[in-house]
């Protein structure tokens, strides 16, 4: 099955600087590449997604980028927050929204 | 309603116990998916429905745990004879089955704590 890796597990980073989370994956059926982000005593949250027939997409603070052949995916934000400050999920999963693999989560802390 | 909706929102039960945990997806959505979330970990996945047919139940830990979307929207997920174990925040999750714009959706969870 599929195997998701995600690193670092924390990240502090100033207000105003940016961040960077990546995961690898394993199975290269998966298509499809989405990033959640999940407040204390909340669900997960979908911030932004990606398909495997494109390499990056951006929304405006956030994007992700996608690298098929070396089976790694990043999410960048920039111009960071303090209400950025959050546990973010990687994802993999093979066809839409099916049965997804998840990675084992980031902390990241926004410094005022 | 304008999200997915789940209760109980916390649920405390003794070892031996059974419980069920309900789950309200969005109106409309097709797919239904459950997931388990231990401690600090990502959430796993659990079993999928697509309307009322559950057609993956791989990730469901033992035969206690049972779930069910008898006519296609609410679903209710069922541990019987609780272990410590088992105690984890469920998430439940619902998306639409739109093909490629499809995106899955969570709601808050429920909370069990088995002592």
């Known amino acids: 099955g599929e195997n998701v890796e995600q690193h670092p597990s924390t990240l502090s980073v100033q207000e105003g600087d940016s961040a960077v989370i990546k995961c690898t994956y394993s199975?290269?059926?998966?298509?499809?590449f989405p990033w959640y982000k999940q407040e204390l005593g909340k669900g997960p949250q979908l911030i932004i997604d990606?398909?495997?027939?494109?390499g990056e997409k951006k929304d405006q603070r956030i994007a992700v980028t996608l690298n098929k052949t070396a089976k790694h995916f990043s999410l960048h934000i920039t111009e960071t927050q303090p209400e950025d400050s959050a546990v973010y999920f990687c994802?993999?999963?093979?066809?839409?929204?099916?049965?997804?693999?998840f990675g084992s989560g980031t902390q990241l802390t926004v410094l005022p | 309603g304008a999200g997915v909706s789940q209760s109980p929102r916390y649920k405390v039960a003794k070892r031996g116990q059974d419980v069920a945990l309900r789950c309200d997806p969005i109106?409309?959505?097709?797919?239904l998916f459950w997931y388990q979330q231990a401690l600090g970990q990502g959430p796993e996945f659990l079993t999928y429905?697509?309307?009322?047919?559950?057609?993956?139940k791989s990730g469901l830990p033992s035969d206690r745990f049972f779930a069910e979307r008898p006519e296609g929207s609410v679903s209710t997920l069922k541990i019987q004879r609780t272990q410590q174990e088992d105690s984890a925040v469920y998430l439940c999750?619902?998306?639409?089955?739109?093909?490629?714009?499809?995106?899955?959706?969570f709601g808050s969870g429920t909370q069990l704590s088995v002592l």
């Open positions: 990606i398909r495997s027939n494109v």
């Open positions: 999750a619902s998306s639409s089955y739109r093909g490629a714009n499809e995106k899955l959706f």
């Open positions: 109106s409309g959505h097709v797919s």
């Open positions: 199975d290269s059926a998966s298509n499809y």
């Open positions: 994802a993999a999963g093979e066809g839409t929204a099916r049965q997804l693999t």
């Open positions: 429905f697509q309307n009322e047919a559950q057609l993956d």
